[in-house]
């Protein structure tokens, strides 16, 4: 049975720093490209960074400087450093597993944990 579990998420102040952290379980991590999407009310779900398998980021325009995401394959588990925080990164954030084998497509959710930024 595969698993994410976020844990981080909560209540910061603008300019405030938050680590989210996201562990798996029932998979091999590290062939995984691991991603944290956001969706605020009203919003679409969007990709806020991504790290491929052999350690690629990449980030959505507006974190860029800001956060940071980073994967330990030996704990299983993938962080998102969000730093100097706006009101508008408030919202839901996910993490996710993908990994495409041939015709198979794995992709995994976690429940969400929120981030609400706010003086």
């Known amino acids: 049975q595969v698993q994410l579990v976020e844990s981080g998420g909560g209540l910061v102040q603008p300019g405030g720093s938050l680590r989210l952290s996201c562990a798996a379980s029932g998979i091999i991590m590290s062939i995984y490209t691991m991603g944290w999407y956001r969706q605020a009310p009203g919003k679409q779900r969007e990709l806020v960074a991504g790290?491929?398998?052999?350690?690629?980021?990449n980030y959505v325009d507006s974190v860029k400087g800001r956060f940071t995401i980073s994967r330990n394959n030996a704990e299983n588990t993938v962080y998102l450093q969000m730093n100097s925080l706006k009101p508008e990164d408030t919202a839901v954030y996910y993490c996710?597993?993908?990994?495409?084998?041939?015709?198979?497509?794995?992709?995994?959710w976690g429940q969400g944990t929120q981030v609400t930024v706010s003086s």
């Open positions: 996710n597993a993908y990994h495409r084998l041939i015709t198979f497509t794995y992709d995994y």
């Open positions: 790290v491929t398998s052999t350690g690629t980021a």
